[in-house]
């Protein structure tokens, strides 16, 4: 099976622009979740979507929206980015079933705000 | 609130040498616990995961970890270091309920390797 695939891989903005970052899950997974790693904070949970609902969330203001497909592929938005937002952005998908399980992340996308 | 917390930021030890990696947890109930693994410029492996059972779990390339308790610790070990394990490791909560894809990650510990 492939894994996560993630894209761009990089990525530079600056101020004020949107961005918008597409995650392909593994094949018959129906949850992706989206992190953002950064040095100062680490790793943060931003939501998750399961069958194209958004199932959890974290604590990140409404500039930072998601969806899902009926495919289940996922895409992030990000709306007048800020410098803080530079980050690694990473994907993560598991079957999505109530048991928690694991999650295969992929490479991520690093995006840079200037 | 759930937390994660990781007491080492670095370590280095030489190569051959045993290695422990601390991770200490905050939760209500019996936690669903992760050590993963990241390379420089690269995603996250997993590495072990521990849901129930037998405390002392194995893992890929080596590695262990057991879970305590008593103690709210889940240490990661491997008793011979490879110059590949280089690298960060990163523990992690996951918390179980109608509220999946949520992991919960302590900040990291960065392992160096001497020759």
Same mark, same amino acid.
């Given at each position: 099976?492939?894994?996560?695939?993630?894209?761009?891989?990089?990525?530079?903005?600056?101020?004020?622009?949107?961005?918008?970052?597409?995650?392909?899950?593994?094949?018959?997974?129906?949850?992706?979740?989206?992190?953002?790693?950064?040095? +100062?904070?680490?790793?943060?949970? *931003?939501?998750?979507?399961?069958?194209? @609902?958004? #199932?959890?969330?974290?604590? !990140?203001? &409404?500039?930072?929206?998601?969806?899902?497909?009926?495919?289940?592929?996922?895409?992030?938005?990000?709306?007048?980015?800020?410098? +803080?937002?530079?980050?690694?952005? *990473?994907?993560?998908?598991?079957?999505? @079933?109530? #048991?928690?399980?694991?999650? !295969?992340? &992929?490479?991520?996308?690093?995006?840079?705000?200037? | 609130?759930?937390?994660?917390?990781?007491?080492?930021?670095?370590?280095?030890?030489?190569?051959?040498?045993?290695?422990?990696?601390?991770?200490?947890?905050?939760?209500?109930?019996?936690?669903?616990?992760?050590?993963?693994?990241?390379?420089?410029?690269?995603?996250?492996?997993?590495?072990?995961?521990?849901?129930?059972?037998?405390?002392?779990?194995?893992?890929?390339?080596?590695?262990?970890?057991?879970?305590?308790?008593?103690?709210?610790?889940?240490?990661?070990?491997?008793?011979?270091?490879?110059?590949?394990?280089?690298?960060?490791?990163?523990?992690?909560?996951?918390?179980?309920?109608?509220?999946?894809?949520?992991?919960?990650?302590?900040?990291?510990?960065?392992?160096?390797?001497?020759?």
């Amino acid at each position: 099976k492939a894994g996560v695939t993630q894209t761009p891989r990089y990525l530079i903005k600056t101020r004020g622009q949107q961005v918008t970052l597409s995650c392909s899950p593994i094949s018959g997974h129906r949850s992706v979740s989206w992190y953002q790693q950064t040095p +100062g904070q680490g790793l943060q949970f *931003l939501f998750e979507y399961f069958s194209e @609902t958004q #199932r959890n969330k974290g604590n !990140f203001p &409404g500039r930072f929206s998601g969806r899902q497909f009926s495919n289940s592929r996922s895409e992030m938005n990000v709306s007048t980015l800020e410098l +803080g937002d530079s980050a690694l952005y *990473l994907c993560a998908s598991s079957d999505g @079933t109530p #048991r928690v399980d694991e999650q !295969f992340f &992929g490479p991520g996308t690093r995006l840079t705000v200037l | 609130a759930q937390s994660v917390t990781q007491p080492d930021i670095h370590i280095t030890v030489s190569e051959g040498a045993s290695l422990e990696l601390r991770c200490n947890y905050s939760y209500g109930a019996t936690p669903y616990l992760f050590w993963y693994v990241q390379s420089p410029g690269q995603g996250l492996q997993l590495l072990l995961k521990y849901f129930s059972g037998d405390t002392l779990v194995q893992g890929i390339k080596g590695f262990e970890a057991e879970f305590k308790r008593s103690q709210s610790s889940f240490n990661l070990r491997k008793p011979s270091v490879h110059w590949s394990d280089a690298a960060e490791y990163f523990c992690a909560v996951a918390l179980y309920g109608g509220s999946q894809g949520n992991l919960i990650f302590g900040k990291g510990t960065k392992l160096s390797v001497k020759p």
